[in-house]
């Protein structure tokens, strides 16, 4: 069973996907979306849910440190409806706190320039994401 694992931001969205035993998340790519026009992706996210049969997918929740839910947090809990919606699989919400800011991490650590950095940060968090939620089953 394959999970894909999302990183759901207002001009991109990461896209990371599980190995078929579902003990690894990969990053595939960045989509390009604009909220404000209605664009979120769906086309792309349908090609990449049917190539890799997937069952499930795992939506970054962004919460603040407090714990509560801000403007980021009730846009994902929207998209995760609209993928319920057009998919008919489930949608996790998982605990995105800090991925991004770890995504960063590991990209600084690893020597990747700034302007790289900016192309897979969404992509790398997804996966973050999608193994951390990983890791919770295991």
């Not at 940060?121 to 919770?136: C, N, P, T």
């Amino acid at each position: 069973m394959r999970i894909i694992g999302l990183d759901y931001g207002s001009k991109t969205i990461g896209v990371a996907v599980s190995d078929e035993l579902g003990w690894t998340a990969q990053g595939i790519e960045t989509i390009k979306i604009d909220e404000t026009a209605g664009n979120f992706g769906l086309p792309r996210l349908t090609q990449i849910v049917n190539e890799h049969h997937a069952e499930k997918f795992v939506l970054g929740f962004p919460k603040n440190m407090n714990g509560t839910v801000g403007p980021r947090g009730e846009a994902s809990q929207r998209f995760a409806s609209k993928l319920e919606k057009t998919f008919g699989i489930p949608v996790i919400l998982w605990d995105e706190r800090l991925s991004t800011m770890a995504a960063e991490r590991v990209l600084l650590s690893a020597d990747v320039s700034r302007k790289k950095r900016k192309k897979v940060i969404d992509k790398m968090a997804a996966v973050m994401i999608l193994q951390g939620y990983l890791d919770s089953l295991n």
